[in-house]
């Protein structure tokens, strides 16, 4: 029997969601996959090519850029031509990069690859989320959303294991690790022709009858005319302007979360990870620190199914404060471990707590957060500026940290990660408002009784 959402009017399938929303979040899987490749792939590339450290921060943060540029244009174009039809172009990008990526004679040929699988993972990092979160009923949406950050870590841990089981394949190898990103490519273009559009972008576009007719399935007819009227409300009120006093600081706070997530240093571990395992740790070859990968990847998987169930339960804002609080501490001990030489095992422990201490909360709740707390009008745009500033400060981590630990030591780096981790825990106590629980519209109804103090 397919399972329901019990609404306390009428009952909807769930299938009707939990479908289109795994398709999304297949988005988020080739975002983790196409990210983390390069962190087994970079030590080969660098060999290869015999690259300087600056040519390496390069290399790995070519993507980023393109990450900049497909955000950048996600939500013009899907406010334009709908959340699928965009998605439907990224899905064609991952395919085309995935190709390419395995063919380049030289690091110039390899960038321009990258940047193209950028611009799709751009796109996907802000439609999947915004997509899954406007197809949620209140109650499941941040289990729903944290579906795409599942499909993110699990990405990661399949290129982790992909870059393990290729690492004695030859000088080839890396082409191969990028060549096999093509096949979950396809299947994503292939499964999203199978999916409804989102209904709240379809009420923005007057096509009400075709928004209700999946509402229906969702929550049941009765709850969809509900949810239809609010919606409607909802646009009627908005002024469309992504300043608007009474939604720019929802924006500020999506933007802040966003930067925080990033500037507290876990892309040095995912595009990094190999590298620092060999340049800073004792008695580690290519193959042992690919495997410490492994390891990592796992443990990335399992503490974001942990907080998948606790994200409705405990809500956003005390799992990114025991988050940010558990990342300061285990960047402390990784510090501590690489300055004073201890072994691989306990530098690799205090690395997982940190991990473990991101997945949990930091990387569920900020997509949570961002994709659920502007309005409806602008949600869109919202969502893709917050996701432009968060891979901003991606491509910033990505291109300064080889350079910060010629400056400052390895140890000396996670010391200022952890810095910043103390001041997200603060911003995140005094500034972020709980919306477990709350509909997509009472959320906006918040925002909006908060106009007079804003200004």
């Not at 479908?19 to 792939?41: C, W």
Request: net charge neutral; with cysteine; hydrophobic share 55%.
């Amino acid at each position: 029997m397919d399972p329901v959402f019990n609404t306390g009017l009428e009952e909807g399938s769930a299938r009707s969601v939990y479908l289109p929303a795994m398709v999304a979040a297949i988005g988020g899987l080739l975002f983790g996959f196409d990210t983390a490749v390069i962190n087994g792939a970079i030590v080969f590339i660098k060999q290869q090519f015999g690259l300087s450290d600056s040519q390496t921060e390069i290399a790995a943060s070519s993507l980023l850029l393109g990450c900049v540029v497909g955000a950048s244009v996600a939500a013009l174009t899907s406010d334009r031509f709908g959340r699928k039809r965009v998605l439907l172009a990224a899905a064609t990008l991952f395919t085309l990069s995935a190709i390419a990526s395995a063919l380049p004679r030289d690091l110039i040929e390899f960038e321009v690859a990258r940047l193209v699988g950028g611009v799709a993972i751009g796109i996907a990092s802000t439609l999947s989320p915004l997509y899954i979160a406007e197809i949620s009923p209140a109650q499941k949406r941040g289990l729903l959303v944290s579906l795409n950050q599942l499909a993110i870590v699990t990405g990661i841990l399949l290129s982790y294991s992909v870059n393990y089981l290729l690492g004695g394949a030859g000088p080839a190898n890396w082409r191969w690790m990028f060549a096999s990103a093509a096949v979950p490519s396809i299947a994503f273009f292939l499964t999203l022709l199978f999916i409804p559009e989102s209904p709240r972008w379809l009420m923005q576009k007057g096509r009400e009858q075709e928004a209700k007719q999946f509402l229906a399935q969702i929550v049941g007819p009765q709850a969809a005319s509900g949810e239809i009227e609010a919606i409607r409300a909802a646009i009627s009120e908005e002024s469309g302007n992504l300043l608007d006093p009474a939604f720019r600081k929802a924006l500020i706070v999506a933007i802040l979360i966003a930067l925080f997530s990033q500037f507290t240093g876990i892309n040095t571990i995912i595009y990094y990870g190999s590298i620092v395992f060999l340049e800073h740790v004792p008695h580690q070859t290519a193959i042992t620190a690919l495997w410490a990968n492994v390891i990592i990847g796992a443990i990335n998987f399992v503490a974001t199914v942990a907080g998948m169930l606790l994200i409705d339960r405990s809500g956003r804002k005390s799992l990114l404060m025991t988050a940010f609080g558990g990342m300061a501490l285990s960047l402390v001990a990784v510090s501590a471990a690489i300055h004073f030489q201890a072994s691989g095992v306990i530098v690799l422990i205090f690395i997982l707590t940190y991990v473990a201490c991101f997945a949990v909360g930091v990387g569920t709740g900020t997509w949570v957060l961002m994709s659920e707390i502007c309005p409806t009008r602008v949600r869109g745009r919202a969502m893709s500026v917050a996701t432009v500033f968060l891979w901003c400060g991606t491509l910033w981590v990505t291109l300064t940290f080889l350079s910060l630990v010629n400056l400052f030591t390895a140890a000396g780096v996670f010391i200022l990660y952890a810095i910043v981790s103390i001041a997200a825990f603060l911003f995140v106590w005094r500034g972020v408002p709980e919306t477990k629980g709350r509909t997509l519209e009472e959320i906006e109804k918040f925002w909006l009784s908060q106009r007079s103090s804003l200004g």
